[in-house]
């Protein structure tokens, strides 16, 4: 039984022992020295108020005879002493012992976890999907052994329960009837709570979120169902936003072969494209291209109709035929797409962003602290000496990999005042940044929360997850219900989000179209949009897919 005490339990009663003992001590000491000392007997009873009076510092009232130097200095450590108990007590003893009774609060075991995610540990990685998980008033379960951070996890509404899986693996009792089971702590804490939760006899899903991807087999070995590297895919994702040959702006776009391009293009507040509606512009009737939508403080929104507004310093989605993109290019501001790529930060993200981009053939250059393998620039990116010796105004972006949020608000900040046109796209650990990050100048910025969230919630969530970012793909139909209407004044964008791009017929591909211009039963329509903008477009215009044969013919205009 007494081995279960805790550490501040043992303190109050070394507390309860040691000041009487020292009381008496003193007592006697005292007693001796009045008598043999001073000449000046004493009773102990005196001998003992006396002591208690000093260590207590509450003072001697009319009794303080003292002649002989022994006796002096016996009083002053004696009095030296009573401080020293007096400061003690409460840091020592009283404080941890009120935290512990406090802590108590906490809980220390499962609730019932039928239907319930168990997260093991709390980090960045699972900001987004938690409030995904209480929005949807969905159940989980927090196990943290960081106690500080598990009362602000309790503060903030979250369900948690402390303790240390190492010192009680028992503290995991239950955990066996849990819906899922998600492993946040580091790889070999992963480890052994997958172990510790088969051994239970847990038979449901266990995803890991690791480090470092060599753990990824021994985790899968020891029962893992899937494991997942979030900072990995994040350096991925922000790799492809500063390259285009990494991922391409919009999926199935070989099949328009030569005839179509996705371009993304800037809006100066001086543009005579800024703030105007795009029914007043005429872009597809004027240029044959086609806006498709506009990133805006790194949401990208499609178009809607001729009523949506273009936002200054927007990012417009545009499609179109090369001749015709570079003459809208003129009316906004070109995003340059030439040049090095300056990645700053040569951490866990920055290096895979780094290594994604040389495996793409791009040109790089890296700024970093420190001088490692792999980083050119060794300086801070928030001195404009380090951005001009990594050269980052002729840069075609700019990605910010630093591991600290301040860090790179300020960063962001910094880079897009020195180059103001360069594209700038930024790495966040916490989702609740991301606003900052925009406001700050980014053109694009994702977390490690938005991340895991989306990998997480398609999982967990099933039908319900979030996509972290939209992403454009076209589609080949066939004419379906547009049979005998103008492609693009048939109400096609405001009904589903998405748009026709171009008509296939015979031999010919047109990318524009006259007034007089009607879908005929055997074309072949190309639609681009989003996944739910397509997929609304199917039903509506009851569009079937056609053959996928690439299309290499001549573009009308």
């Not at 086609?290 to 499609?302: D, E």
């Not at 250059?365 to 990116?381: A, W």
């Amino acid at each position: 039984m007494p081995q279960r005490f805790q550490r501040s339990t043992w303190r109050l009663l070394a507390l309860l022992v040691s000041m009487p003992t020292a009381v008496v001590i003193f007592a006697f000491i005292y007693m001796f020295g009045s008598t043999y000392l001073e000449g000046k007997p004493i009773d102990y009873w005196s001998s003992l108020e006396w002591a208690s009076e000093t260590l207590t510092t509450t003072g001697y009232g009319a009794y303080a005879p003292w002649k002989h130097p022994a006796m002096i200095l016996l009083v002053i450590f004696t009095q030296f002493v009573g401080m020293f108990f007096l400061v003690l007590v409460f840091p020592i003893y009283v404080l941890p012992y009120i935290e512990e009774r406090f802590e108590l609060r906490l809980p220390h075991a499962l609730p019932p976890m039928a239907e319930q995610v168990l997260f093991y540990r709390y980090g960045p990685a699972l900001d987004s999907l938690l409030e995904e998980f209480q929005r949807l008033q969905t159940g989980f379960v927090i196990l943290e052994e960081d106690m500080a951070l598990a009362r602000s996890l309790r503060d903030r509404g979250y369900p948690v329960v402390f303790g240390s899986l190492d010192e009680d693996p028992e503290i995991l009792a239950g955990a066996e009837h849990a819906r899922a089971v998600v492993t946040n702590a580091d790889d070999h804490a992963n480890a052994t709570c997958i172990l510790v939760v088969r051994e239970r006899g847990f038979e449901g899903p266990v995803y890991a979120l690791a480090d470092n991807p060599l753990y990824r087999p021994p985790m899968l070995k020891v029962g893992a169902s899937a494991v997942f590297t979030p900072t990995h895919v994040l350096g991925g994702a922000l790799a492809a936003r500063a390259s285009t040959r990494i991922n391409p702006p919009a999926e199935g776009l070989h099949l328009l072969g030569a005839q179509v391009e996705v371009g993304e293009f800037r809006v100066r507040p001086d543009s005579p494209l800024a703030g105007q509606p795009l029914g007043a512009l005429h872009l597809r009737e004027r240029h044959g291209v086609t806006i498709i939508g506009q990133w805006r403080g790194g949401c990208f929104t499609t178009v809607k109709g001729p009523d949506t507004r273009i936002e200054p310093g927007a990012i417009l989605v545009a499609v179109g035929a090369h001749a015709n993109l570079a003459q809208v290019e003129r009316l906004a501001a070109p995003i340059r797409r030439s040049g090095p790529i300056v990645v700053a930060g040569f951490g866990t993200v920055g290096g895979k962003v780094v290594e994604m981009l040389r495996d793409a053939r791009e040109t790089t250059i890296v700024i970093d602290e420190q001088l490692v393998p792999g980083v050119d620039v060794v300086g801070n990116v928030l001195e404009h000496a380090t951005l001009e010796r990594a050269n980052a105004r002729g840069a075609s972006a700019v990605v910010l990999a630093l591991s600290n949020d301040s860090e790179g608000v300020f960063a962001t900040a910094v880079v897009r005042d020195y180059a103001p046109e360069v594209p700038l796209i930024v790495r966040v650990n916490r989702a609740p940044n991301v606003p900052r990050l925009y406001q700050a100048g980014a053109d694009f910025a994702l977390s490690v929360g938005q991340v895991a969230g989306e990998i997480l919630a398609y999982h967990l969530l099933g039908e319900q997850a979030v996509a972290v970012e939209q992403r454009l793909k076209f589609i080949r139909v066939g004419s379906g219900a547009l049979v005998g209407l103008h492609p693009w004044r048939a109400q096609v964008r405001e009904r589903t989000g998405a748009a026709v791009i171009a008509v296939e017929r015979a031999q010919n591909v047109f990318v524009k179209f006259d007034d007089h211009f009607r879908v005929e039963p055997d074309d072949v329509l190309f639609v681009c949009g989003t996944k739910d903008g397509l997929n609304q477009y199917a039903r509506e215009f009851k569009a079937k897919p056609a053959e996928t044969a690439r299309v290499d013919a001549p573009a009308k205009t």
